[in-house]
């Protein structure tokens, strides 16, 4: 069974990204978007209680192919924590 479904936009995969993410090909991504966790405790939840460290943002840039872009939302308040750990990863930061 392939670790994705074919849609036509192209490959959707259900589960952890992180997980997810390591089945990719490295530089075969054209661009990352994504509304991760803002480590804000959103009612209560515990998925919520961090923003993603650089594991994360450094699996976002292998799979990325060269000049790929990434795309991050955060929260206002967290939002710092989130940038750090990207550039941290080896992303430029061009505008926020």
Known sequence: MKPYYETPLG???HGDCLEKMKDIESESVDAVVTDPPYGLEFMGKHWDKGVPGIEFWKEAIRIL???GHLLS???TRTY???ATAIEDAGFEIRDM
């Open 80 to 82: 710092h924590r989130m």
């Open 11 to 13: 490959k959707l995969y």
């Open 65 to 67: 192919k060269p000049g």
């Open 73 to 75: 939302f955060s929260g």
